[in-house]
């Protein structure tokens, strides 16, 4: 592993999910992590091929998100970036079809205890789950042209000897920012480095993604991302010196929240309703958050 590498500070340092990460740097602390997660991998390779050649020979618009993809395309290797599960977006003509897809590809829809779920999971023995998701959030009234341009974005980039349909690095950027803000910022912090990494492999996405943001009312999110990255890990390139721009309450806030939360100073269940709370675009859905989901 070259430098500049991004590294995790204090706040990250410790995370399971970075041990594959750290064991590039030959830390042999993590390079017992770093080999089981490798064979685990390995053992899912064909499957998850095979589900991949499937959508695109049934020409399904969609887009695999986070997980494998950042792993293949901004990783040194695509073992260094552990994932639980495969994150998909279809076009939403087309969920009905990809349901069909997955169930004659042998996955079997597991039924969801969340009240207002924002995706399926569908599950095969001894292959990753596929997480078929339909919504970017429920606690967030996100613009939903968001989602159809996330997945007209879609382009291919190799896997093996075939193909991955990812969005574009713009798009890819955004939607990593929202699923990191629906979990309050506080899930590992994988999303930060996705970040950093992304803007390593294609200068200016983070000045794109922030103009993006802006558009769809999201730019106090887009500011505390910028924030909490910088608590979690090492920009041996800059990319977040001039982020953010936005010194208005919200972003430092909520960012003192996260930090606060992921170092134990904060119990995490009110750290969390307090920063979705901050993080919702206006006083009247921050209002109608608490009457529904608080």
Same mark, same amino acid.
């Given at each position: ?16 999910h ?7 740097? !030959? ?8 080999? !089981? ?8 390779? /064909? $499957?998850l ?11 399904l618009?969609?887009?695999?998100v986070? $997980? *494998?993809?950042?792993?293949l395309?901004?990783y ?7 994932? !639980?599960d495969?994150?998909?977006?279809v076009?939403p /003509? ?11 590809? $042998?996955?079997?829809?597991?039924? !969801?205890?969340i009240?207002?779920?924002?995706h399926?999971?569908?599950?095969k ?5 596929? /997480?078929? +998701?339909?919504?970017t ?6 613009d939903?042209?968001?989602l ?5 974005s ?5 896997? $093996? ?7 574009d690095p ?5 939607? *990593? ?12 912090p ?6 950093l =990494?992304m /803007?390593?492999?294609h200068?200016?996405? #983070? ?7 802006? +558009?769809?009312?999201?730019?106090p ?10 608590? #979690? ?8 010196k ?7 309450? *919200?972003p +430092? ?6 930090s ?9 269940f ?7 709370l901050? =993080?919702q675009?206006?006083w ?6 608490? =009457?529904?989901?608080?």
């Amino acid at each position: 592993m070259t430098s500049p590498w991004p590294a995790p500070l204090a706040a990250a340092a410790d995370h399971p999910h970075l041990q594959a990460y750290r064991a590039l740097t !030959s830390d042999p602390v993590s390079a017992e992590a770093a080999t !089981s997660w490798k064979f685990r991998l390995l053992l899912r390779w /064909e $499957g998850l091929t095979r589900l991949l050649d499937a959508l695109e020979a049934a020409r399904l618009p969609h887009v695999v998100v986070k $997980g *494998i993809a950042a792993a293949l395309e901004l990783y040194p290797t695509p073992f260094a970036r552990p994932f !639980s599960d495969v994150d998909l977006f279809v076009a939403p /003509e087309a969920y009905g079809a990809a349901v069909d897809l997955l169930v004659a590809q $042998g996955y079997n829809p597991t039924p !969801s205890g969340i009240r207002d779920p924002i995706h399926r999971t569908f599950r095969k023995e001894d292959q990753l789950p596929v /997480e078929l +998701h339909f919504k970017t959030s429920r606690d967030f009234q996100d613009d939903p042209r968001f989602l159809r341009a996330l997945v007209a974005s879609g382009d291919r980039i190799p896997m $093996g000897e075939g193909f991955l349909r990812r969005p574009d690095p713009v798009h890819h950027t955004v939607y *990593i920012l929202l699923h990191a803000r629906n979990h309050s910022f506080l899930n590992a912090p994988m999303w930060a480095l996705d970040l950093l =990494l992304m /803007e390593r492999r294609h200068r200016g996405t #983070l000045d794109a993604a922030r103009a993006l943001c802006e +558009h769809h009312g999201w730019g106090p999110v887009f500011n505390t991302a910028m924030l909490v990255a910088g608590r #979690l890990f090492s920009d041996p390139l800059g990319a977040l010196k001039t982020h953010p721009r936005d010194l208005t309450l *919200i972003p +430092h806030a909520t960012a003192a929240l996260v930090s606060a939360a992921m170092q134990g100073r904060l119990p995490h269940f009110p750290s969390t309703v307090a920063i979705r709370l901050f =993080l919702q675009n206006s006083w009247k859905e921050r209002v109608l958050w608490l =009457l529904t989901r608080a």
